[in-house]
T-cell receptor
Framework: AQKITQTQPGMFVQEKEAVTLDCTYD???????LFWYKQPSSGEMIFLIY??????QNATEGRYSLNFQKARKSANLVISASQLGDSAMYFC?????????????FGAGTRLFVKA | KAGVTQTPRYLIKTRGQQVTLSCSPI?????VSWYQQTPGQGLQFLFE???????NKGNFPGRFSGRQFSNSRSEMNVSTLELGDSALYLC?????????????FGPGTRLTVT
């Protein structure tokens, strides 16, 4: 069964420091996409970064990078130089083919608190 | 380019009523997915539409239905509302339905069932 696990319900980080949010996934498919989304208190989901299962290099988008370890089935998000505005809920998600279409499943999320 | 829009943003309904939520995807996006978010269950996949066809449906009862129009706009309907249907309903659009296309989410519709 498809599964996304985020083991850190909450994380604290000091402003300007880097933080790693963990994500492991479980799939038997060879082709899949891994995503991270940010959800501030306003509720809107904001796309941060994408990693394809066939991508050999780790994805980076500004201060966000994805530490992709395929053999371990992990896709950790690294936020460098944390800012107060990074305080939010972060979701790891996996998208793969499913019964003729595609399906995205989400982890339970990690709430990040950035301290001044 | 305008983002994904959802209407209404907030809704209060009584148990037993029905409700229709609307989603307008980003221009040019053909795939629309719906999710239910609750504190207890997290984000759960409801269904996915591509070019007016429902390609996938999550594990929800038949009271939950949807459709997509030729302009890619989508509606979701919940009949015979139950208290447990209170949730944030999120719509997401993507260029196509493939794995590599990120989904862009709307602001959501917060439904409260009393």
């Amino acid at each position: 069964a498809q599964k996304i696990t985020q083991t850190q319900p909450g994380m604290f980080v000091q402003e300007k420091e880097a933080v790693t949010l963990d994500c492991t996934y479980d799939t038997s498919d060879q082709s899949y996409g891994l995503f991270w989304y940010k959800q501030p208190s306003s509720g809107e989901m904001i796309f941060l970064i994408y990693q394809g299962s066939y991508d050999e290099q780790n994805a980076t988008e500004g201060r966000y990078s994805l530490n992709f370890q395929k053999a371990r089935k992990s896709a950790n998000l690294v936020i460098s130089a944390s800012q107060l505005g990074d305080s939010a809920m972060y979701f790891c998600a996996m998208r793969e083919a499913y019964t003729g279409g595609f399906k995205t499943i989400f982890g339970a999320g990690t709430r990040l608190f950035v301290k001044a | 380019k305008a983002g994904v829009t959802q209407t209404p943003r907030y809704l209060i309904k009584t148990r037993g009523q029905q409700v229709t939520l609307s989603c307008s995807p980003i221009s040019g996006h053909r795939s629309v997915s719906w999710y239910q978010q609750t504190p207890g269950q997290g984000l759960q996949f409801l269904f996915e539409y591509f070019s007016e066809t429902q390609r996938n449906k999550g594990n929800f009862p038949g009271r939950f239905s949807g459709r997509q129009f030729s302009n890619s706009r989508s509606e979701m309907n919940v009949s015979t509302l139950e208290l447990g249907d209170s949730a944030l309903y999120l719509c997401a659009s993507s260029l196509a339905g493939q794995v590599q296309y990120e989904q862009y989410f709307g602001p959501g519709t917060r439904l409260t069932v009393t």
